[in-house]
């Protein structure tokens, strides 16, 4: 963030707001750590704020501080419609266009608050006062971090707001192992941890909650996993029966992607997951080194995201999108295996 913005939004900050906190829908750890952050940051500097998310999110991210405050715009419509009228300052984090928010999209659009954008994905659109964008950080959380730093205020970063942003951070950076996770990011974890972040429960709380079926149904993912070592390529399945059959819960395949990574020589996973209900397959891609899984989206599967983590849908069946996915691999001579 540059001076003049730290400035705008200093000013902003100055004076009494009915701020709306956003985060993208079907929110990760990234997306409500960061507004449940920024939440506390705002209520205890004496602002009026309400995070709103577009959808519910999985079970995992509700033991958080602040989630049961949390208004979800599917369930809570009236109120939440209600706060988005009257809002004079919105603030969106991790996305960059409206696009990404489903049903909340026109609201926002009709509304004539202004717009903070906060983000680490690429090209932000421009319907922000004050756009914090910046692809090369580990996670929005990392961001808010360095929001309150702008503002000189990490003095008032509380248990509760370093428990949310250490989440957000943990989670994007899967762990502290991608290639996105600097010493920067490690030094602001430290801090985070002496400021209160209990950094076991955080762990615990987020990937010790498992339940039987969830467990079932990665395996069921693992055994349909399809290995294409000719293009350093692996891709698992799972089909709406294969779901059902697992009680499936929202949120519950989170991660299974990654594990197509933890393959010797594959340098390029993904997983394609059957929704009857939308009538789509919901894809999620990862890549290691230079292979833009956001640029394969964005070209191939109407979707995007970051170099190395991107999704995206197709509307095609499930056997005819692996299909299309596996003939569009032979054209991308960086997979080929020499
Ligand atoms: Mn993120």
């Known amino acids: 963030m540059n001076f003049e913005d730290i400035q705008t939004v200093k000013k902003l900050l ?22 449940l952050a920024l939440w506390h940051f705002l209520n205890d500097m004496g602002q009026e704020a309400t995070v709103i998310s577009p959808n519910d999110y999985p ?6 501080p602040g989630n049961d405050r949390i208004l979800n715009f599917e369930k809570e419509n009236t109120q939440a419609r209600d706060k988005i009228e009257n809002a004079t300052l919105i603030i969106t984090l991790d996305f960059n266009h409206l696009g990404r928010i489903g049903q909340m999209q026109s609201f926002l659009e009709h509304s004539n608050a202004t717009f903070i954008m906060i983000d680490h994905h690429q090209a932000p659109d421009d319907y922000a006062k004050v756009t ?20 000189g205020n990490t003095d008032k970063i509380t248990a509760e707001i370093a428990n949310c942003i250490y989440t957000g951070i943990m989670t994007d950076t899967g762990s502290f192992k991608f290639a996105s996770t600097t010493s920067r990011t490690h030094r602001v974890v430290a801090d985070l941890i002496d400021k209160g972040a209990n950094n ?39 089909s709406q029966e294969e779901l059902d ?12 992607v990654n594990y197509g990574l933890t393959l010797e020589g594959i340098i390029f996973a993904a997983i394609f997951i059957e ?31 970051h170099d190395n983590a991107s999704g ?27």
């Open 14 to 35: 100055s004076v009494p707001q009915k701020i709306v906190i956003v985060p993208h829908k079907n929110p990760d750890g990234d997306a409500i750590g960061s507004t």
């Open 59 to 64: 079970k995992f991210l509700k033991w958080m």
């Open 132 to 151: 914090y964008s910046d692809v090369h950080m580990s996670s929005t959380c990392e961001m808010v971090y360095n929001f309150i730093e702008f503002l």
């Open 200 to 238: 076991t429960a955080v762990h615990h709380n987020v990937y010790d909650t498992n339940s039987p079926g969830r467990l079932h149904l990665l395996g069921c993912a693992l055994k349909n996993m399809v290995i294409i070592n000719d293009h350093k390529t692996a891709y698992i399945t799972l």
């Open 245 to 256: 059959n697992h009680q499936f819960q929202k949120g519950d395949t989170e991660g299974f």
């Open 275 to 305: 929704n009857k209900e939308e009538g789509i397959i919901k894809i999620s891609l990862r890549s290691v080194g230079d292979f833009s899984v956001n640029d394969f989206a964005r070209k191939h599967f109407d979707g995007g995201g």
């Open 312 to 338: 995206g849908k197709s509307e095609l069946s499930l056997a005819e999108t692996t299909q299309k996915f596996e003939s569009l691999l032979k054209t991308y001579k960086e997979l080929r295996a020499s």
